[in-house]
């Protein structure tokens, strides 16, 4: 059964850069058809897609962070990364890794269980 | 891109049914049979409940169901039961090869 876990520093100073990591285990992370992504969730409010990569390594973005996102591969690891710069303390929230596409299903199908970053000095 | 519009909170008596919108445009809901519902209960992740319009998961109640027109999808939860209070959220792929939420709705179960 496909997992995904997430890890990182839960506090990050504002103008630093957030590095996530995301680990599939239970699969490969190089099966076709899957995009693997970012979502966030500010305390007390609704879902924000970051960005997507896919198997292949195209990326996709959400406009408003595209300036500041990266999303990275690396099958070796069968894990995925988020590097989001120049933080404030708007980008404090809950982050999940996510699969979209598994078993043909257009839809961010498995999710990690989250984890709090807090942007304060 | 702005995210899809949902109303903040909606409410029902147990055995009653429920519908959820979810308003977007022709770049979104509206150009692709490509949204999805999630459930998600305090403090845990998002569980996929619909997707692909009104398709459903293996596993997940078949008194959840979904549908569209025009721009504007629907979650209809029928037989409300308690365990069903929870916030759900709808997303959509855009035609500019992104991904869109809905701002989320609190369901309570009265």
């Known amino acids: 059964q496909l997992q995904l876990q997430e890890s990182g520093p839960g506090l990050v100073k504002p103008s630093e850069t957030l590095s996530l990591t995301c680990t599939v285990s239970g699969g490969s992370i190089s099966s076709s058809s899957y995009y693997w992504g970012w979502i966030r969730q500010p305390p007390g409010k609704g879902l924000e897609w970051i960005g997507s990569?896919?198997?292949?390594?195209?990326?996709y973005y959400n406009p408003s962070l595209k300036s500041r996102v990266t999303i990275s591969v690396d099958t070796s690891k069968n894990q995925f990364s988020l590097k989001l710069s120049s933080v404030t303390a708007a980008d404090t929230a809950v982050y999940y890794c996510?699969?979209?596409?598994?078993?043909?299903?257009?839809?961010?199908?498995?999710w990690g269980q989250g984890t709090m970053v807090t942007v304060s000095s | 891109q702005s995210a899809l519009t949902q109303p903040a909170s909606v409410s029902g008596s147990p055995g009653q049914s429920i519908t959820i919108s979810c308003t977007g445009t022709s770049s979104d809901v509206g150009g692709y049979n490509y949204v999805s519902w999630y459930q998600q209960h305090p403090g845990k992740a998002p569980k996929l409940m619909i997707y692909d319009v009104s398709k459903r998961p293996s596993g997940i109640s078949n008194r959840f169901s979904g549908s569209k027109s025009g721009n504007t999808a629907s979650l209809t939860i029928s037989g409300l039961q308690a365990e069903d209070e929870a916030d759900y959220y709808c997303s959509s792929y855009t035609s500019s090869s992104t991904w869109v939420f809905g701002g989320g709705t609190k369901l309570t179960v009265l």
């Open positions: 996510a699969r979209y596409g598994g078993n043909g299903r257009n839809a961010f199908d498995i």
């Open positions: 990569i896919y198997y292949s390594g195209s990326t």
